[in-house]
């Protein structure tokens, strides 16, 4: 499991972004107090640090600079400031990301997950079952059949297979196709949703995606 | 300045030399001097007041002559006083001393005023990352319990972030100081936060979103421009036609010189009376009456930022079919220097 620390300021955002953080899936560390905040943040464990630029009696960007003199984990900065400079200024000093508070809570979830899928530094190949996936090949293998999916098929499957099990909503989807800017319509979503069940039957991939009503998907 | 006029201001010290010279005139004739000194007499007298006149005219001449014709050259008119030497005769010292006071105690007012703009400005933008805070975890909450609060609570929030954001921009587009910074941007990246900003509204109205942008770089400030088209996008969903397939196209035509976005849409377009007018500021015309609720200082905002940014923004728009706002980007090499 990934661990993530958390430096902010706001209590009542700092509270959402744990529970959030926790039902995703991850591990979350806060930090209360900013009196030693480096050295607060050196003596913990954490695979990403999500960091506040405005912190009491602190600057965030000078923060960032110091811990990169020691540490190459992944940050991404949460601010409310919005200008170019600061996000040119705090990427000079090594975040990796920058996001603008309010922040769309499922954007920030992507973009974590891209960091940690960029870190695992694979190929980029995933497995359901017996299948390989290629994602940026838009491609299915099995044995040696093959299946090529659209690149709203593809979109779709992978984020199915990324919570397999659990049941994805159509607002996920929506979220996920427009992210890859694939402005779909609720209409194209059944569609491509349909059209990729077929594709699958024809694979030999039987009732693998089920309909839960008024809740979403799940890919079995 | 002119010597008739400047005659006819000293009439009254005229006519009392004149008095002066009538008296002395009838004392030289009353001890019977003879014709030619008198006549001498009043030719010297004659000779001796015109000079008078004169150097006082042409003192007086040179210093407003110079005065008004350096008013009439600068554009910043309060600053004639930096251009002035001081004059040579005592009523101008008076009247240039003054001048200095009162000038003095206006900088000192226009200063005041400066400083407080400044800081309300700065206020401001302190509110603005303050109010920030609370909308970010409004926005968390609401995700965290999803399945119980309904998508109106989002789209409520989503409006207010948009208000605020307008405010900033508002701020930002009227200050002096530059704080944007124009660098290389994917346009398809910032087309793409301006969508996710608004996908729920797009999906609720059932509206084609269609981008058409390839992956052509602009010199722009992203920031700035995600505002704007962000503005212009919010438009074209406040404005559609109630029936008909409802589109929102944003591409792009190129031209040895420069780049133009379109943002087109099918909605209610404008009346060719109101499309001049857009850009004004609280402008709110046919539309932003009978439609919905309009302040009327998006457009305004949105123009002013293009301004400073070097962007040309026009609107092209035939009621109840269409609007196209175009933006135009320069293709400017000299930026691209060291990249």
């Known amino acids: ?220 | 300045m002119k010597f008739g006029k400047y005659l006819l201001d000293k009439f009254i010290e005229i006519l009392i030399v004149f008095l002066g010279y009538i008296i002395i005139l009838m004392m030289l004739l009353a001890f019977k001097v003879s014709t030619d000194v008198v006549i001498g007499i009043s030719v010297v007298f004659v000779l001796i007041c015109f000079s008078v006149i004169l150097t006082g005219y042409l003192k007086r001449r040179k210093f407003y002559n110079h005065l008004i014709s350096n008013v009439e050259k600068l554009d910043k008119k309060y600053l004639v006083l930096e251009m002035l030497n001081k004059p040579s005769f005592y009523d101008g010292e008076v009247f240039y001393e003054v001048l200095y006071d009162i000038n003095k105690s206006m900088n000192e007012n226009v200063k005041k005023y400066e400083i407080r703009l400044n800081d309300f400005k700065e206020y401001i933008e302190l509110w603005i990352h303050e109010i920030k805070l609370p909308i970010a975890s409004l926005t968390l909450m609401n995700h965290n319990q999803k399945s119980k609060i309904d998508k109106r609570y989002v789209e409520q929030i989503r409006r207010i972030d948009n208000y605020v954001d307008q405010i900033l921009y508002f701020v930002r587009s009227e200050n002096a100081e530059k704080d944007y910074l124009i660098k290389e941007a994917n346009l398809k990246k910032i087309i793409n936060n301006v969508a996710m900003r608004n996908k729920d509204d797009l999906l609720e109205k059932n509206i084609n979103f269609m981008v058409d942008v390839g992956n052509i770089r602009i010199l722009t400030d992203s920031k700035w421009l995600e505002f704007i088209i962000n503005q212009i996008v919010s438009n074209c969903i406040k404005y559609t036609k109630d029936n008909g397939e409802k589109i929102i196209k944003l591409y792009i035509e190129e031209d040895s010189k420069q780049i133009n976005l379109h943002i087109y849409d099918n909605g209610i377009g404008i009346p060719s009376k109101d499309i001049k007018r857009v850009f004004e500021k609280t402008f709110t015309g046919e539309n932003g009456r009978t439609m919905s609720k309009s302040t009327g200082m998006g457009l305004y905002i949105v123009k002013k930022l293009c301004d400073k940014l070097g962007h040309k923004i026009t609107i092209d728009s035939i009621k109840g079919e269409y609007t196209d706002v175009i933006i135009s980007f320069a293709k400017n090499d000299f930026y691209k220097i060291g990249n």
Request: charged share 30%; net charge negative; with cysteine.
């Open chain 1, 1 to 220: 499991m990934r661990t993530i620390l958390i430096i902010e300021d706001d209590k009542a955002i700092r509270d959402e972004l744990k529970q959030l953080l926790e039902t995703s899936g991850y591990k979350v560390i806060l930090l209360e107090k900013f009196d030693n905040t480096l050295e607060d943040i050196l003596k913990n464990k954490f695979d990403l640090l999500l960091l506040d630029i405005n912190l009491p009696n602190l600057n965030g960007e000078m923060l960032l600079k110091e811990y990169r003199k020691v540490s190459n984990t992944p940050v991404i900065i949460l601010t409310s400031r919005v200008g170019e400079a600061d996000e040119v200024l705090s990427m000079s000093y090594g975040a990796d990301d920058y996001i603008t508070k309010p922040y769309n809570p499922t954007i920030l979830l992507l973009r974590i997950a891209n960091i940690f899928k960029r870190m695992e530094n694979n190929t980029n190949v995933f497995s359901y079952d017996d299948i390989k996936v290629y994602p940026s090949k838009g491609l299915l293998i099995k044995d040696d059949k093959e299946l090529d999916l659209t690149k709203n098929e593809m979109i779709i499957f992978t984020c199915l297979l990324n919570h397999r099990g659990d049941i994805v909503s159509r607002d996920e989807l929506m979220t996920e196709l427009w992210n890859n800017e694939e402005y779909v319509n609720e209409n194209a979503l059944t569609v491509n949703i349909s059209r990729l069940r077929a594709k699958l039957e024809d694979f030999d991939v039987l009732k693998a995606i089920e309909t839960r009503k008024g809740q979403g998907y799940k890919l079995l």
